[in-house]
C-alpha cells in the first residue's frame, strides 16, 4: 500500500510543468490524479502518459477534466464529474497559474484582472466546490501553489506578488474553518522552476530590463539563492505530497518555502 492508494486528488493546471509532475507522482504513489486544466488536448494526454506508465501497477488511474479555473461553472462541472466518478475528492492542489510581467506604472488593468482571477477566483472556486465533498467525508488536503513571491517581491510582477501573498490568507483561513472537518490547507512556495512558464518569461525580462538572457537567468532569477540552482518540478512535488500525505491538522495552515536559499523564513 502506498502513501497515496486510492486518494482522488484533483490538481488544477496539471497539464504542464509543476502540476504535470505532482500528478505523475501522486499516480506513481497509487493516487489517482484528476487533470483539470484550460487545455484538455493537453490534459488528456498527460492522463494519457500516467496510464501508460501506471496502469500495469496496479493503479495507475487518471482522469482529464477542461476547466478554466475563473469560470464557476466549469469548476462545479468538473468537480461533479469528478464526484460521479470516482464518489469523493480528497485532495485539491490548487496550481493553475500565468504570469504577466510590465512595470506597474504601465501595467494594463485587463492583465492586473486577468491574473488575478486565475490565481485567486481559481484558488476561491476549487477550493469552494471541492470543500462541501471534503467536509462531508471529513477528510480533505488542500494545498495552494504558491510561490516565493508569496513572501517577497520583484519587479515587473506585480499581480503575480499580490495574488501570491494573498494564497497565504486563504490557506490560512481554510485551515481555521478547515480543521474541525479534519480539511487541512498549506502553501507551497517553489523559487524559479524551468517551466514553460519560466521560459516565456526569460526573454520578456530581458527586453524589459535591457540586459541579456543569460543576465536574467544569473543575476535576476537565482541571484538570491545560495547555490545558483533552479528548483525542480520534483522537488516542489515533493513538498506538495508532504502535504498532501499529512496525517492530521498539525501542519495546517503553514507554507513551505522551496527555493535553494532564495528566502529564508
Ligand atoms: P506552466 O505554464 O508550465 O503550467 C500552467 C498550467 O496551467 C498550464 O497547463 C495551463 O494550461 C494551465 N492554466 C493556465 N490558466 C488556466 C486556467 N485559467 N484554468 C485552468 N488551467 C489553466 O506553469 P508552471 O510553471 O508549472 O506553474 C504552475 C504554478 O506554479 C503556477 O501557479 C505558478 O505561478 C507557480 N509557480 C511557478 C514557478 C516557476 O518558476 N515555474 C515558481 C513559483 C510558482
Redesign the pocket.
Known amino acids: 500500500m502506498s502513501r497515496f492508494t486510492g486518494r482522488v486528488a484533483i490538481v488544477?493546471?496539471?497539464?504542464?510543468?509543476?502540476?504535470?509532475?505532482i500528478a505523475l507522482r501522486l499516480a506513481a504513489e497509487g493516487g489517482i490524479p484528476v487533470i483539470?486544466?484550460?487545455?484538455l488536448d493537453?490534459?488528456g494526454k498527460t492522463a494519457a502518459e500516467i496510464k501508460a506508465r501506471y496502469g500495469d501497477k496496479g493503479g495507475g488511474d487518471a482522469f482529464a477534466v477542461a476547466?478554466?479555473?475563473?469560470?464557476e461553472a466549469e469548476v462545479e462541472k468538473g468537480v461533479a464529474d469528478t464526484i460521479a466518478k470516482y464518489g469523493k475528492i480528497d485532495i485539491l492542489v490548487s496550481?493553475?497559474?500565468?504570469?504577466i510581467v510590465k512595470p506597474l506604472v504601465d501595467f494594463p488593468f485587463a492583465d492586473w484582472k486577468k491574473l488575478l482571477?486565475?490565481?485567486l477566483d481559481?484558488a476561491f472556486l476549487t477550493t469552494k466546490a471541492c470543500l462541501k465533498h471534503m467536509y462531508k467525508a471529513k477528510y480533505g488536503r488542500v494545498i495552494y501553489?504558491?510561490?516565493?513571491?508569496s513572501k517577497e517581491a520583484s519587479k515587473l510582477k506585480a499581480p503575480?506578488v499580490t495574488a501570491?501573498h494573498g494564497l497565504i490568507g486563504l490557506s490560512k483561513v481554510l485551515a481555521k474553518e478547515g480543521a474541525e472537518f479534519n480539511v487541512s490547507s498549506n502553501v507551497v512556495?517553489?523559487?524559479?522552476?524551468?517551466?514553460?512558464?519560466?521560459d516565456?518569461q526569460i526573454p520578456e525580462q530581458a527586453a524589459e530590463l535591457k540586459i541579456s538572457e543569460a543576465d536574467v537567468i544569473k543575476n535576476v532569477m537565482l541571484k538570491d539563492t545560495i547555490d545558483g540552482q533552479?528548483?525542480t518540478?520534483d522537488d516542489?512535488a515533493d513538498a506538495v505530497l508532504f502535504y498532501a500525505a499529512a496525517k492530521n491538522t498539525v501542519h495546517s495552515g503553514q507554507s513551505a518555502v522551496v527555493s535553494h536559499g532564495w528566502f529564508m523564513q
Not at 36 to 39: G, S
Not at 189 to 198: A, D, I, M
Request: proline content about 4%; aromatic content about 6%.
Open positions: 488544477t493546471g496539471a497539464a504542464s510543468g509543476i502540476g504535470k509532475e483539470a486544466d484550460l487545455n493537453a490534459a476547466m478554466n479555473v475563473t469560470d496550481n493553475a497559474g500565468i504570469q482571477a486565475i490565481h481559481g501553489m504558491g510561490s516565493v513571491h503575480y501570491k512556495c517553489p523559487g524559479f522552476v524551468r517551466t514553460p512558464l519560466v516565456k533552479f528548483t518540478t516542489v
